[in-house]
Each structure stands twice: as structure tokens, then as C-alpha cells.
């Protein structure tokens, strides 16, 4: 955001065509990057406002459930059963409900399964790669290993018993990672519905399979047979979302694109070997049965401490991890108006808590807290409690006080994932030859940064509840903008990503689809749901409308979707209708289109007001005349005596004293007429301007990558003093591939040298084009040795032959 207060310049644009052809064009390569986006958005109507709003007839769906789960660590699986409330406040009547079983993606036949594809570009990843001329096909061990994982054991939901509260079969239908549950009865608007299930499913694991979720085997462990940690997410079936925008959101899980949900109340009871430590959703409503005295009376301190206190310490969770119990414990977590549930269990949990103060009415006081094994060491117990506390700092002054009792962070196999109130984070020490353990920069910025991003998801979209498995931007997006304020909050000196130079690559990729594209269908994911709008935002807030306006906007989004569920049309209206600006060339290119930023400014024109006084323009001329370069055949002539004037010098005339630009009274005759016929103040305003006598210089600018941005400009004087000036976006309204600027100077403020976009805040591409005159940027080369061509041909088998086999040791 700039604001223009400088005497020093005066300002014209002059646009390449015409305005009234820009306006009336209708053939051509003209594009109108200032469309209005409401041409493309849906209507406004009774549950979603004009203005960005839930509308007076909004509504959104309620679901309760009761569950019992019981974790059988030797099989490896869980068992349970769930009764259901479903609640319709929408104004149709419902004949069918539709739930996810997320874990059925993992079945040999589900369309994920069957849509894998082999090779570079492979739907799982990279692990596989095609034969080409230099190597032969292949896949990795990693790959290897996940199939066998997928195929050791059955995997997907076994569902049984689906009964309403009167104990009467429901049919149900499965299709895919889908369940649809007929009901006895059509469920009107205002009525709700009961109905019951059992289920029972096969724990994958986690590290070989990347599910989300698992197991993950520590076999190293005192105990016989080694120790698991359990993180149970995506573990039940879970009711479809349905929405007045799609009616009943029945996509398959894919792997993608994430998760639709409605909010409700949990009553969920896990039982599990007794000397199991649970963390989950919600807060524990049987701590008396579960926790001995001294960790409840270690919860208490922990309430109000400046540092967090050790609920299980270090050398009890060692303790734990040698013997294992035949023995189980029940825990009971509570927890309401969320719109899922995941818990985490296992021996191996170190456990320490702080409260956390924030005031307010909605949750004065929280309790945060880290779960997680000895391999996580001081890395985990010096900064994931204090980083769940500053994440919460952060996103509420964006936001919303956090609406919830705890905020949690646990370690295992998930390198990242969120629910309410949980998240599961994994970097962790590595353990030494002389037992230490230490951490790398790179392992404490992905702990810090990953525990800032997961918590982050509490707000958006655990709390503003979008939809992941449509726009994966709405929450990681928006959500990666947020945790790169947290990260530059907590240590600027670290490199938090997610400035506009960092995505820069990407934005001229030609492998890249619009952010505005279905979660399933994106081609880099990462780019595009986090890094993109993440850096669109950024910019947006610090470029185009300014702290105070964004932040104003965006909060004012927050609090209206605050335990509801926003579309893309909601937030694009809302941050337009809040801040007041006309943001629709934003949306349209950065979120629904692939153009890229690359400005250029192509040439500087310094231009001299004509005064029409002859003796006065006469002699600019002779003088411009003059810094001209001589002609080489001239210069070369004259050092060779060759011109017939030096050598006949004895013959002149008049024009030997008098060149062309020699002044006549013709001329200032003229000049006399041409001021006698102007108006006083025409007459005023030319000798005020000659007297001034100020620079003129015309920019031109081309937009190479298509994305209009602003212009933001660094001016650079003769007298070494520089001068920032932004020129708004707007400019390329009418010619949205090339303008020219006039900027005017006083007489004593010439340009020596401008630089676009100096602080790299718009994404430009290319900034070798960003200075005029052109400058030398400096780069690096390094040197290397040419290795040589590998092949059977070159091996030294007379060599070979001669070594030893080597034994395991």
C-alpha cells in the first residue's frame, strides 16, 4: 500500500490504445482483466447474501454421535460400535443419509486403488518411474513396501448391525467410500432421526502407507515385541455434509482431497491397554478412573505455570515402554459442536500441559498440550507446547478467540494433520552413537512450522468450516498465510516461506491448473492449495489493500463463518464488501487463472516542454544536435583532410555563421502571433511552465506473464536520493499488455536509474526486465568433474574378482 504525499513528481498515464477502442473492442486480442467476478460467482440468495454472509434463511445439517471403540494393540485393529443423532434443519425432506468410510480408499477395489497410475507422474507420488533411454523402469523400496503393507491384511471398514432405535434393519449401501443408510421413514425438515452401527477395521501402517493415519512400530523398545504409538483418525463412519450450495457431498475419497463434515456433539468411549496414555478431541470426563492422583494433581498446576509442566515425565514413559499390560482403561472424552473426532494412544507418551489465558467469553482458559515418545526429546518438550500457545496468539487477532477447552499436539508417523482440538505433528530428534539426541534447523523449523500450521487448522476449517474435499485452498491456503505470520512472529531470522519470491517458479510453471480447481484434479498440490493463495494473500495484505484494511476484512470473514460453512463466492464477497475494495482482477488472476507476474519496464523517454519562444528552442536543438554521435566516414574524413571545406577555406558565404537553426524575425513574429491569440489563463499556465521548467519522462511498461499487479516503482535520482511510487493496479484496465507513464520532475530531480518491484513483493517472475537501464545481476557457477557413462561394459570385473565378501557386521 502506497500513499503518494511527494511534490516532487506529477503524474499522467498515457494508455497504448485509445480508451474508447479498449472500451468498444469486440474483436481482437483484447482481454478484460477487470471483468466483474459476480458474472461468475453463484447468485446471491436467502442462505448466502450478496454481501458475503450467512443469509437470513441460512442452515447447516447437526449430527451427535455416541461411540465405543476398543484398540486391540496385539491385532492391531478396532472394534466398535456408534449410535447416531442426525438432526435436519434444511427445507428438504431427506429419504436417504449418506456417511464416509474413508477407510475403504485402502480396498483393492476402490476407485483409488484402481486409478494409480505407474510412472513419473504416478497419482500416489513419485516411487515409480517409466523405462527411458538412460534407465530402465523401476520403483522404490518405499513403494515396495507400501504395497505390501496394503495386501499383508484386509483393509477397509467391515460395517454390521445397521438398525434404527427400534432396533429395525436399515439397508445399507456401500459404494466405494460410501455408505448410503435408507431410512424407514422420509425425514422432514425440523425432525431428526436415530440409528446405530458396528464396525470393525485393520490399523494400517502409517509409515509404509502415508493414510493419515496408523501405526507406527518402535521395535527397538525394552518391552518383548517392541512398542506401537496409535494415531486414530478417518476411523469411523462419519456423516456426509449436506449443503444448500451440492445437496449431499458423496465424493469418493480419493486421498486428496480432504474431508466435508458437519458439526455436532461427540460422546466417544476408547478403551485400550491400561497403561496406554489417550490424547483426543475434547476433554476427558473420566479423569479420576483413567489418571493417577499425581497426574491429575500435575493437570491442576499446569493450569496457571509460566512454563509447561510434565504430566507423565520422561522416565515414567520409560518405565512404561518395558512391560505392557494384559490389563485395559475406558477413557471418556466429551466434546461439543465439532465437526470430527481423533485420538491418539500408546506406553510410549511423555505428557506435559499449559494453560493458556486468552479472556474472553467464548473460552477464557485452555489447556495445551504435547503428547509424544523419548525419540522426540528437548525438540518436543522445550517448543511444541509453547508453539500450540503462540499459534493461538497469532490466528486470534485474525480471527476469533480459540472456541475450545484444549489444543493438543501429538508425535507419531503423521507428518502433519489436524483435527479439533488434536493434531498429529512429526519431526523428532535423532539419536547418536554416545546416546544424545539432536536436531537440525531444518527438524526445529518443520516442528515449529508444522505445529503452527496444524493448530492453525483448528480455526480454519475445524471451526470455519469449509469445504476440503471441493477447495483445498479454503483451509490450507488461507491457513499457510496465517502460520507464515506465526513463524516470522516467533524467530524472524528463520525462513518461513511464503513471500513472494518463493513461489515464483511455480507461477511460470506450465504444469499448474487454477487454485479455483477440485482438490482431486491438481496437478502440484502443494503449490497450488498452499503456497499460491498463501502468497496471494500475503500480497494482498501488504501490497494491494494494506494492513489495516485486510485485516480488518478478513477477521470480519472469520467471525461471520465462525461454525459455519463458507463457499469461495463468501470470502472473495466478504474481504470485497469489508475493505472496500474492488478486488475482482485480483480473484480472477490469481485464483482463476495460471497467468504468472512478469512487468517489464521496456524504456525510459526523457521528454522538454517546448516554450514556442524561437530563441529559445532554437538553441535546445543545436544543442541536442551537438550530443549526437559523429558519423565514423565524418570523423574519419576529417583526420584524413579529405572534406573540400578545410581545404578550400578562402570560399565562404553567409551560411558559414548561420546554421539552421539560426533565429528570424519570421520566426519571432510567430511567436508574438501564437501568444497574442491565447486565452490569459492558456497564456499563464505555458509561462509558469516554461519558467519551471521541469522533467518529463514517459515509462513504458509491457505485462509479459499476463497477471495484472500494481506497478511498484524505486526512483533513483541524480543527487543519490531515491523515491517510492506505486502505481495501482487500475492502470491496465484499458490496455492490459502495455502502458506508458508520464511522470514529471522538478527541473532539479533528474531520474538516473528505476527498478520495479525492488522488495519483490508482487511474485515477478523475471526481475532481469525490472530495471531500466538494465543491470548485471549477479549469480553463481560452480565447476565439476565430468563423471563417466555407467554400464556393464565398464566395469573392472578382473577387479571385482579379486575382494572379499563382507559379513553382516
Known sequence: MFNWTSKALVLFTLTVAPAIAAINQTKGDFEDKFRQLEETLPTPNLYRNAAGEPGTGYWQQKVDYKI???????????????????????????????????????????????????????????????????????????????????????????????????????????????????????????????????????????????????????????????????LLAQWFPRLAAYTDYEAWHNKSFLGRGEFTLEFGDYEVAMTVPADHIVSATGELANPKKVLTK??????????????????????????????????????????????????????????????????????????????????????????STEAVIHTMEVYSRFSFDYPYPTAQSVNGPVGGMEYPMITFNGPRTKLRDDGSRT???????????????????????????????????????LNSFLDAIAGREWDPTIPWGNEPSDITDYMKSPVQVPIMTQSDSILNFGPNAYHKPATALNILRETILGRELFDFAFKEYARRWMFKRPTPADFFRTMEEASGIDLDWFWRGWFYSTDHVDISIDKIEKLRLDTHDPDIDFSRERDAEKDKPMSISVERNQKEGKTWVERNQDVTDFYDNHDRYTVTNKQRNHYQSFLNKLEDWERATLERAVKEDKNYYVMSFSNLGGLVMPIILEITYTDGETEMLTLPAEIWRRSPKAVNKLIVTDKDKEIQSVVVDPRWQTADVDINNNHFPRKILPSRIETYKSKKKKGYENRDIMFESTLELRNED
Open 68 to 230: 465405543q471403540a476398543t484398540l486391540n494393540e496385539e491385532q492391531r485393529t478396532i472394534t466398535a460400535s456408534e449410535a447416531i443423532v442426525y438432526q435436519n434443519n434444511s427445507p428438504d425432506t431427506l429419504r436417504y443419509l449418506w456417511l464416509h468410510l474413508d477407510q475403504n480408499r485402502f480396498r483393492k477395489d476402490s476407485i483409488s486403488e484402481r486409478s494409480i497410475t505407474f510412472g513419473d507422474n504416478a497419482t500416489r507420488g513419485p516411487g515409480t518411474r517409466l523405462a527411458n533411454d538412460k534407465k530402465p523402469a523401476g520403483m522404490t523400496l518405499d513403494y515396495l513396501r507400501q504395497q505390501h503393507s496394503m495386501t499383508d491384511r484386509p483393509l477397509g471398514f467391515v460395517v454390521s448391525n445397521v438398525k434404527d432405535n427400534k432396533g429395525n434393519e436399515l439397508k445399507a449401501t456401500i459404494v466405494d467410500t460410501l455408505m448410503r443408510v435408507d431410512l424407514k421413514e422420509p425425514l422432514k425438515p425440523g425432525e431428526s432421526v436415530t440409528f446405530s452401527l458396528d464396525f470393525t477395521f485393520n490399523i494400517l501402517e502409517e509409515n509404509a502407507v502415508s493414510a493419515r493415519s496408523g501405526f507406527e512400530h518402535f521395535p527397538d523398545d525394552a518391552r518383548e515385541g517392541g512398542n506401537d504409538i496409535f
Open 294 to 383: 499425581t497426574q491429575r494433581q500435575r493437570l491442576e498446576k499446569a493450569k496457571n505455570t509460566k512454563r509447561p509442566v510434565l504430566i507423565v515425565t520422561k522416565e515414567e514413559a520409560l518405565e512404561n515402554e518395558k512391560e505392557g499390560s494384559d490389563e485395559t482403561k475406558t477413557w471418556v472424552f466429551k466434546a461439543d459442536n465439532v465437526r470430527d473426532f481423533a485420538w491418539a494412544s500408546s506406553r510410549k507418551f511423555i505428557w506435559d500441559a499449559k494453560g493458556y489465558h486468552q479472556g474472553g467469553n467464548i473460552q477464557p482458559s485452555v489447556m495445551a498440550m504435547s503428547f509424544y515418545p523419548k525419540e522426540g526429546g528437548e525438540l518436543w518438550s522445550k517448543y
Open 439 to 477: 536436531y537440525s534447523l531444518s527438524e526445529k523449523r518443520f516442528l515449529l512450522g508444522v505445529i503452527f500450521h496444524e493448530i492453525g487448522h483448528i480455526y480454519f476449517p475445524m471451526t470455519v468450516n469449509s469445504d476440503e474435499r471441493q477447495w483445498s485452498w479454503m483451509d490450507e491456503g
